[in-house]
C-alpha cells in the first residue's frame, strides 16, 4: 500500500495561471479531504469528498477553487486564476470510513505562486 | 461548526519529562478524537485516537483521555525525548456530519 499519493510536490505558477493538485488516496480508502496550511499556522479544511460526490465544501473559497472526485482517477484540487495569497502547503488526506476516522495525509503540494 | 482550542500553545520540557496537551471543543456530537504529530516540513501523522465511548487509551508512551461531559480531550507522552519535538494537532469531529477540524497547535520542545 503506497499510502495517499500527491502530485506535483512542488508547484510554482505565475499570478492567472491555474494550478492542479492530484491526490490518489490509499487503497481501500473512499473519503477524500482537503486542507490548506500556511507557514507556522494550522490546517484548515476546504473540501471533503467521496466518490463522484461533495460530502462537505464549507471551507471552500467561493470563487476560482473547485475540487473532484471522479469514479475513476484522482482526486483533484483546481485554483483557477492563482494570486500570491494561494500561496500554501495544500494537503489531502484518506480514511476507509467518514469523517476522518483514521485518516491519513499525503505529503503535500507546496504551491508557490510569484 | 466545531470550535477547537488547544492549550498550551507551545511546550518546553526536558528529556525524561512527561508533557500534557489539553484539547476542548465545542460539538457535544463530537464522537472521534484523534491526536496527529507534524514535523517540520513534513505531513500530519496520526499518532492515537480515541472514540467516544472509551475514556482512556495507552500506546507505549502515550495516552489520550477524554471527558466528554467537559468536552475535552487531553494527549499524554511520558519519557519524552528529543524526537518528540514537533506541532501536535488535535481534530475532534462527528464522524456523521463532518471532516476533521484541527485545532491550532501545540509545539513541543524537548530538551536534551
Known amino acids: 500500500n503506497a499510502g495517499v499519493m500527491q502530485n506535483p510536490r512542488h508547484l510554482v505558477r505565475r499570478r492567472g495561471q491555474e494550478a492542479r493538485l492530484r491526490c490518489s488516496p490509499m487503497?481501500?480508502?473512499?473519503?477524500v479531504y482537503w486542507y490548506r496550511q500556511l507557514p507556522e499556522e494550522g490546517l484548515k479544511f476546504m473540501v471533503y469528498?467521496?466518490?463522484?460526490?461533495?460530502?462537505?465544501e464549507s471551507g471552500m473559497p467561493k470563487e476560482r477553487f473547485s475540487a473532484e472526485f471522479p469514479k475513476e482517477g484522482p482526486s483533484i484540487l483546481r485554483i483557477q486564476q492563482v494570486v500570491r495569497g494561494d500561496s500554501a502547503a495544500y494537503f489531502c488526506?484518506?480514511?476507509?470510513?467518514?469523517?476522518?476516522?483514521?485518516?491519513?495525509f499525503g505529503q503535500g503540494t507546496r504551491l508557490t505562486v510569484v | 461548526g466545531e470550535n477547537v482550542e488547544q492549550h498550551p500553545s507551545t511546550l518546553s520540557v526536558q528529556e525524561g519529562d512527561s508533557a500534557v496537551i489539553k484539547c476542548t471543543y465545542s460539538?457535544?456530537?463530537?464522537?472521534?478524537f484523534p491526536w496527529y504529530k507534524q514535523e517540520l516540513g513534513k505531513r500530519p501523522q496520526l499518532i492515537i485516537d480515541?472514540?467516544?465511548?472509551?475514556g482512556e487509551k495507552k500506546d507505549q508512551r502515550i495516552a489520550v483521555t477524554l471527558n466528554k461531559t467537559a468536552k475535552h480531550f487531553s494527549l499524554h507522552i511520558t519519557e519524552t525525548q528529543p524526537e518528540d519535538s514537533a506541532v501536535y494537532f488535535c481534530?475532534?469531529?462527528?464522524?456523521?456530519?463532518?471532516?476533521?477540524?484541527f485545532g491550532s497547535g501545540t509545539r513541543l520542545q524537548v530538551q536534551p
Open positions: 488526506a484518506s480514511s476507509p470510513g467518514p469523517g476522518g476516522t483514521e485518516a491519513f
Open positions: 487503497k481501500g480508502h473512499s473519503h
Open positions: 469528498l467521496q466518490k463522484e460526490n461533495i460530502i462537505d
Open positions: 460539538d457535544s456530537a463530537s464522537n472521534y
Open positions: 480515541i472514540r467516544s465511548n472509551v
Open positions: 481534530a475532534p469531529v462527528d464522524t456523521g456530519r463532518r471532516a476533521l477540524t
